[in-house]
């Protein structure tokens, strides 16, 4: 068991009404107190921002962090009704109404939810069952510590008489919040731990569940953009007259496009009462732009840049341990490799759509997004409107992957909106959703290493290039453009005594936005594969070279200041081990199978994973993965069954990354247009996957992001042991087939 202290910044203690309903007011830093008042009766009490329950005993968890199929409507609420000893059957999940909760908690991304939430919602499930208990305590006059709750009901420990919650309801919510509560400790989980399937599963499986897409507000119209083919160019002239006499045409409308953060491009919108309509009408339009000067760049030309450029020192030195220049680079005790990897689309099942409503100054807004503080503030600042007008509604997200972190498309709808007396919903059509994305960062690596004459390694060298996200949100004067975390910054977690690491930008104009797994996924990729490549060259078994720079390493901290974090080498090794041991690695082989593996440290989500990938060659350059096997450590696992879906979906999203993923540039616009050159793993490419836990209490991590990482690199190692290393992804560019 463990006590916790209740700061007046996390609850207040007086008593007050919602509705008919006694509401006991619950402060988090940034948020008002209810208001104190007093009524008659009861409906049901809302001890805090996070749960309500009805004296029917029927329990609802708000839940503050977007859902997008990643399945926080059902881990979060899980992490409360542990500490309620709640009745899981009688727990329903809502999203908490944007402004109940602080400024931030809303967000969702970087695989925090859990990681972020998980105390405060242990402490709003256990203030709660302390009240209920106290409740049944002063009905049966005795006290509290005579009582339990279980499954819903508080029971006296004496007579063995039980209460529902729904029957306490009214009498706890005239009590005081509890100064301290006691937490559970891991072994009393009844919950936690157990496999819960989604709690909307059913409905998203006979299409009841209604995304942003679904959504309908009265009196609503629809948009379609034509857009600036070249970011940053700008609109000349538009003649609509073709467009307006289509039937069921309203108008047609243009904005202009904003620079830092979002990038939004000067756009001509036809508005019309059905959203066919609209998009024939836009291909009725004549429209002249002024590109600009950025109107020639290719994705060719930039990996030539990036390539070139990767053998000049780094812009940045991220870690400097020892002194790599006292080795010389001979090609018996060292060696050197390139690794490249595109420009990616985040290609959601829900193409981005959102709807506003602005009148009189009043805005109102519906759709999803993972960063719903940081829209409000653009649109005050790019819109003209103010912040107490704006009243957002969230909605259900058909799949994010980080793509709503981004939200050029709400400024879209509201510039839209501004000019027609009416909700406008902005719905754009598979061809814009691709063309028009934020796309992760292409990148190129340049890795050097040596050692000594008995062969142990003496010095690393990693010089990462992308055209960095944080020039394009920040400006060409971002104060750190470094995309490193994933091992090639004060992160890096083989033990060897020089390693210098560093960062250079290379500009490139199209806009850039954060994709699952970020820059960690593009790190790892090659470090995972140039250790490979030093292992093999020094005839060393590739897993136990990896462990043999891991394991007994002791933790260490990686940055300076509030921002500093812990690296477990440890940790990492043992995800290693139990992939290597699932998959049979030091077991004999089929003739023609192969196995590859990888590991790293998801380090801002405290987790840590490793894959293990065994394929058979079936010709030259083709082959077919027999089975995927992945680790994680990821603290306590509140769900199992959301970690392994997160874990196998991730394997999905990575191999389509690894085998065949690139979103390329010519004349500055996106070739790709759709699924057919954007091409998403069919199901007949999904291979076996099986998916193993490392058992532990540490405070639990982000499990979304973490199956990613290791996935591409293991499998290039895989195709190395066979004989052909690919460098560059996806692998299809280096001629490799897969059945």
Not at 28 to 49: E, R, V, W
Not at 574 to 589: C, T
Not at 706 to 735: D, Q, S
Request: some cysteine; charged content about 20%; aromatic content about 8%.
């Amino acid at each position: 068991m463990q006590k916790v202290n209740i700061s007046r910044k996390e609850f207040i203690t007086s008593t007050s009404f919602a509705g008919s309903g006694l509401l006991l007011g619950f402060l988090l830093p940034g948020i008002k107190t209810f208001a104190q008042t007093s009524a008659p009766g009861c409906d049901f009490f809302q001890p805090n921002a996070f749960l309500k329950i009805d004296t029917k005993g029927l329990i609802t968890v708000y839940v503050g962090r977007q859902e997008m199929g990643q399945g926080v409507n059902t881990s979060l609420p899980m992490v409360v009704a542990e500490e309620l000893d709640a009745d899981w059957r009688n727990v329903k999940v809502e999203i908490a109404p944007f402004g109940t909760l602080p400024e931030g908690a809303h967000d969702t991304g970087g695989s925090q939810s859990v990681l972020t939430d998980f105390t405060s919602l242990r402490k709003a499930g256990a203030v709660a069952k302390a009240m209920l208990i106290a409740a049944a305590a002063k009905l049966w006059n005795i006290k509290p510590e005579q009582c339990a709750a279980d499954n819903g009901t508080v029971v006296n420990t004496g007579t063995m008489k039980s209460i529902s919650y729904g029957e306490l309801v009214c009498e706890a919510a005239k009590l005081e919040v509890p100064k301290e509560v006691t937490l559970k400790s891991p072994k009393e989980f009844k919950l936690i731990g157990k496999e819960q399937r989604k709690s909307n599963l059913k409905d998203i499986l006979t299409g009841k569940t209604k995304y942003g897409i679904d959504l309908k507000v009265p009196g609503m119209l629809y948009a379609t953009v034509e857009r600036c083919p070249v970011l940053g160019g700008s609109l000349v002239s538009v003649d609509d007259s073709e467009a307006l006499k289509l039937p069921g045409v309203i108008k047609v409308v243009t904005y202009k496009g904003t620079g830092v953060p979002m990038h939004v491009r000067d756009g001509v919108a036809v508005v019309a009462n059905n959203i066919w309509t609209a998009m024939k009408a836009r291909k009725l339009l004549k429209i002249k732009w002024d590109e600009g000067a950025k109107n020639t760049q290719s994705t060719t030309t930039l990996m030539q840049q990036m390539t070139a450029r990767s053998l000049q020192p780094p812009a940045f030195v991220k870690l400097k341990k020892g002194d790599i220049s006292k080795f010389k680079l001979t090609p018996a005790n060292s060696i050197a490799a390139t690794y490249k990897a595109p420009f990616l689309a985040h290609a959601t099942m829900e193409p981005i759509n959102f709807i506003a409503g602005v009148k009189d100054g009043v805005c109102e807004l519906w759709g999803g997004l993972q960063l719903p503080d940081w829209t409000v503030n653009e649109i005050v600042r790019s819109c003209g409107l103010k912040k107490e007008n704006i009243k957002v509604n969230l909605a259900l997200m058909g799949g994010g992957f980080g793509r709503r972190l981004h939200f050029e498309f709400a400024i879209e709808a509201v510039k839209i909106a501004q000019q027609v007396n009416a909700p406008v919903k902005l719905i754009n059509d598979r061809a814009d959703d691709i063309r028009f994305d934020n796309f992760r960062p292409a990148n190129v690596h340049r890795l050097e290493a040596s050692w000594d004459a008995t062969g142990k390694l003496q010095s690393w060298y990693h010089h990462v290039l992308s055209t960095s996200i944080a020039v394009m949100t920040q400006g060409p004067d971002a104060k750190d453009p470094a995309e490193n975390l994933g091992g090639a910054d004060t992160d890096f977690y083989y033990d060897m005594p020089h390693v210098t690491t560093g960062y250079s930008h290379v500009d490139f104009n199209i806009n850039r936005g954060w994709l699952r797994s970020v820059e960690i996924c593009m790190n790892s990729f090659p470090i995972e594969c140039f250790i490979d490549e030093v292992a093999r060259k020094l005839k060393k078994d590739p897993l136990a070279y990896r462990l043999s720079l891991l394991d007994g390493r002791p933790m260490f901290m990686t940055g300076e200041g509030p921002g500093a974090m812990k690296q477990y080498p440890q940790r990492i090794a043992n995800v290693l081990k139990l992939a290597a041991e699932k998959i049979g690695y030091n077991q004999p082989r089929k003739k023609n199978h192969y196995i590859g593996v990888a590991t790293h440290s998801f380090i801002f989500a405290k987790a840590y994973a490793a894959h293990a990938i065994e394929i058979e060659m079936l010709g030259p350059k083709k082959f077919r993965i027999v089975k995927v096997v992945g680790a994680i450590d990821c603290g306590i696992v509140v769900n199992p069954d959301g970690l392994r879906n997160q874990m196998e979906g991730g394997v999905a999203f990575a191999l389509q990354q690894a085998l065949k993923g690139e979103i390329t540039i010519q004349n500055s616009r996106v070739v790709q247009d759709g699924f057919n050159g954007f091409e998403l793993l069919r199901f007949n490419e999904m291979p076996p996957v099986e998916i193993y836990t490392v058992a532990s209490e540490e405070e639990p991590g982000g499990v979304g992001e973490v199956g990613l990482p290791t996935v591409a690199p293991a499998l290039c190692n895989a195709l190395a042991a066979a004989g052909a290393r690919p460098r560059t992804l996806p692998i299809k560019n280096e001629g490799f087939e897969w059945v």
